[in-house]
């Protein structure tokens, strides 16, 4: 009986190699885990809506510039990430650099990851590299000439590229901290609720005062607390009800691609998630009144 009870344990820890890791390492996959959920990895780097495997990659994202393909950043040594090591990881989301020193198109928010702490970015590839490889090959990006010229975005992180991670303001609570460092770094609200310019890089001075041209050429809207044009007259509860669970003041649902983020969001502690709203009602209200456009 004994013996039996062993084959079963033995089975048992085969089967599920995650248990197989230390306490401290299993610690870190589930803190990497919430890092992974809020900041959105999964969102453009799985093909969802062709039901493609769990970062697989091939998920076409459309921008002014043409269409852009998530790459596969599973752990599969061939077509995914399985080789790197955890400072080219690093170096990816701090710096927008390749570990062939090549560099990423903006595309990939690494001009917001970049102000994530070293811990999350570590924790954050200790869950990736649990999850199963996948070989799937990646496909080539489709952009015109002169922006599918790699090192031309060298110029553009020169002029439009700060690297660093988050930098505390000491005048401010914890908890507002917090919540700048979720909107601002791992939530990456401002990718779409801030406009661009023409360059494709965030427009800082109107920091998310919204867009006619969001994700897929869809609005994001004014989210600084202006009254008129904002969400100024929202309480505290209606503005953490969109975040996390996608309801409007007005009872209906977002759509479009805060679909996604409000999902992703759900999984928010309860701090976290008041430390967001504590830090959106504190931003200086912008005047933009965000009309869609006539597609
Ligand atoms: C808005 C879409 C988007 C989000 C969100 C996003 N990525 Fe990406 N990512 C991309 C695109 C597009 C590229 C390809 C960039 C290029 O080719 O220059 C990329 C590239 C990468 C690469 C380099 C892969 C390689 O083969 O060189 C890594 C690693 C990566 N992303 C990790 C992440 C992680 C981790 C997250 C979450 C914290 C994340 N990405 C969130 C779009 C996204
Ligand atoms: C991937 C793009 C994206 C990201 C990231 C994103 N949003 Fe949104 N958000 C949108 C879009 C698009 C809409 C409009 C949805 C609609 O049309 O129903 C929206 C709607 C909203 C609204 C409703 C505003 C209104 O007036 O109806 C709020 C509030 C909001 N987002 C807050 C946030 C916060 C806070 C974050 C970060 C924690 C965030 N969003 C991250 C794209 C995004």
Redesign the pocket.
Known sequence: MIRCLNIVAALFYLSAPALAAEPAQLKQIKRGEYI?HI???K???TNTKAKGKLLAGGTP?KTPFGT????N?TPDKTHG?GNWTERD?VR??REGV?PDGSH??P???FTT?TKMTKRDMKD?KAY?FSLPAVAQPNIP?EIGFPFNIRLLQLGWKILFFDPGKFQPNEKQSAEWNRGAYMVQSLA?CS?CHTPRNIFGASDQRNFLAGTPDGPEGDPAPNITPDKETGIGKWSAAEIADVVNFGMLPDGDFVGSAMTDVSQNLAKLTPQDLKAIVVYLESIPPIHNKVIAKKK
């Open positions: 992974f900041s959105g990895c969102t453009c780097h994202l852009f393909y998530g790459p950043i990430i990881f990816a989301l390749a990423y198109f595309v990939f928010p990851f954050l990736i990006h990456h990718e």
